[in-house]
């Protein structure tokens, strides 16, 4: 790989650049344009962006293994056709969650699906969740317990509806 840093005092010229680039350091390049690759895809597909754990999930069904001879882990290499070519299959459904008691909603209880960085108020609805299983969680609250983080299951097209209590401390 090439990297765009010149290395020469007066810029630009013939031959001019550092070609001896790899590892992490071009690895970071690599997994920037995949990325913005799959969340255009996505976009197009599914009508939203991935979360960062929707795009290693994706990114890591599609890799092909390779083995780090230095200490024998394997990790997946990015396919950034395979993983377009998945993204154009996603599916998505709903999530509505209804948190008991009123009281509990009053004093700020909330919920989200994991990975995300908003709560939801009790008997929102996340459309757009990709089909599958997807962990839900709760904010903490004063005076109150939380319900346990859980794995739902999101049916394509469709909404699943959940009913969590939070319980007097």
Do not use: H
């Not at 890591?60 to 001879?69: E, L």
């Not at 709903?94 to 009123?102: A, K, Q």
């Not at 996340?126 to 997807?134: P, Y």
């Amino acid at each position: 790989a090439y990297t765009a840093d010149i290395v020469g005092v007066k810029g630009s010229s013939v031959g001019n650049y550092y070609g001896l680039m790899g590892g992490t350091s071009a690895a970071c390049a690599y997994a920037a344009g995949t990325t913005g690759s799959l969340q255009q895809a996505a976009k197009e597909t599914i009508g939203r962006f991935l979360s960062p754990g929707e795009l290693k999930e994706l990114l890591t069904a599609t890799g092909s293994a390779v083995v780090d001879p230095k200490n024998s882990l394997s990790k997946p290499l990015i396919d950034l056709a395979a993983a377009i070519e998945l993204s154009q299959t996603l599916q998505t459904g709903g999530i509505t969650v209804t948190i008991l008691p009123v009281e509990a909603t009053q004093a700020g209880a909330r919920w989200r699906i994991a990975g995300s960085s908003t709560w939801l108020e009790s008997g929102d609805t996340a459309s757009g969740a990709l089909a599958g299983t997807v962990d839900i969680e709760f904010k903490p609250v004063s005076g109150y317990q939380i319900p346990q983080s859980i794995a739902a299951i999101v049916e394509a097209n469709q909404t699943t509806l959940l009913n969590f209590q939070y319980m007097p401390a």
